[in-house]
């Protein structure tokens, strides 16, 4: 029985340490490798037989995306179903807006067992703000808000504090701010003025403001630009923030 007992604990103890242990292809460990654009791109031009896999929106892949890229959204609930389409023996260059979907994505496919999984380091904001080389529509990268007509926009609003909150749909922060912006507009009526700017909508205004992410918020105030922010905000230090400019 006490044989019995310490056999059935040694192969439990086995089990469990096989299960901890990374991936592996061929033997060896497979680890994800997070790249800047420049190796990224690098990268991609020294591997001939590759996957390169844009894990956005339809909406945001088919307003620019890199050449060769195949588009499957990590949020859709068919993500693991459709990865298993791909061809497993090639390396994987994974990209997203700013790389957070793209770096869980790519967890997904070490697992598969794929022999090499490369992220995108600031993903196509960071690519397109260093201005390399995109596949898109023509006219795509054009449409939207000119970064003149913003600035007109914000010069016309006299005497009133404005929030700029430029949001996507997809953005889990930004429907945060989202959240509780009418609150915070209904304690600040007639004092202050919520401007909302579609982030996919408007590539050109976002390239010429050089903006990298979103959520990204602005306080302007007779045209001028009194503070801004990147990522997410709490309800309470945004009114703090407001409340020092008025």
């Not at 103890?13 to 420049?38: D, H, I, M």
């Not at 403001?209 to 990522?231: A, M, R, T």
Request: glycine share 8%; charged share 25%.
């Amino acid at each position: 029985m006490m044989k019995t007992m310490m056999f059935s604990a040694l192969v439990f103890l086995a089990v469990g340490a096989c299960s901890q242990q990374p991936a592996k292809t061929g033997g060896k460990s497979v680890a994800v490798e997070n790249l800047t654009t420049a190796a990224f791109e690098s990268s991609m031009k020294n591997t001939p037989a590759k996957i390169v896999l844009d894990v956005r929106t339809d909406e945001e892949f088919n307003g620019g995306h890199l050449q060769g890229a195949i588009n499957m959204d990590v949020n859709d609930p068919s993500f693991g179903d459709r990865l298993k389409q791909l061809d497993t023996t090639q390396p994987v260059f994974v990209y997203c807006l700013a790389g957070g979907r793209s770096a869980r994505a790519a967890e997904i496919l070490k697992d598969m067992g794929f022999p090499a999984v490369y992220n995108l380091e600031g993903g196509m904001s960071r690519w397109t703000y260093e201005n390399r080389a995109v596949e898109s529509p023509a006219g795509a990268a054009e449409k939207g808000m000119k970064k003149a007509e913003f600035e007109a926009m914000m010069t016309g609003i006299k005497d009133t504090l404005v929030l700029v909150d430029f949001w996507a749909k997809w953005c889990a922060p930004c429907r945060k701010i989202m959240a509780y912006l009418p609150e915070i507009e209904k304690e600040y009526t007639g004092k202050l003025k919520v401007v909302k700017i579609n982030y996919d909508d408007n590539p050109r205004l976002v390239k010429e403001l050089s903006l990298d992410n979103v959520p990204y918020l602005f306080l302007y105030k007779n045209g001028k630009s009194l503070w801004q922010q990147s990522g997410y905000i709490e309800s309470d230090a945004l009114r703090a923030a407001i409340k020092s400019k008025l």
